[in-house]
């Protein structure tokens, strides 16, 4: 049974990071995505299997801290973060470009 998309689930999934790591990972079967800052895990994997329609196995996360900033006299601060690695059942695959 196909389940639906909500819109919820965009708002959890922020976008998928396309970088040399994450296109050496997606050979093993993890992508890379921006996450939302109050998502759970098990939030993001019902997403990602609303999203791809596929089976996700694991999901890790990594929270990034914003860095300090200064231009010219006014100090800021890029804004923090919060990705997740999701590993995907073997055979499975996700074609996020």
């Known amino acids: 049974m196909k389940e639906e998309i909500l819109a919820r689930d965009f708002e ?11 296109t050496r990972l997606s050979k093993d079967g993890k992508y890379i995505f921006e996450v939302s800052k109050k ?10 299997e609303r999203i ?7 999901v890790n996360i990594l929270k ?9 006299r006014k ?3 890029t804004p923090d973060t919060k990705r ?3 590993t995907l059942a073997p ?3 996700i074609e996020v470009i």
Do not use: C, D, F
């Open 12 to 22: 959890i999934i922020k976008k998928p990071i396309i970088t040399e790591k994450s």
């Open 39 to 48: 998502a759970t895990k098990t939030e993001i994997k019902r997403a990602i």
């Open 52 to 58: 791809y329609q596929v089976k996700v196995e694991k």
């Open 64 to 72: 990034r801290p914003g860095k300090k900033r200064i231009l010219r």
């Open 75 to 77: 100090e800021g601060k």
């Open 84 to 86: 997740a690695i999701v």
């Open 91 to 93: 055979g499975q695959k």
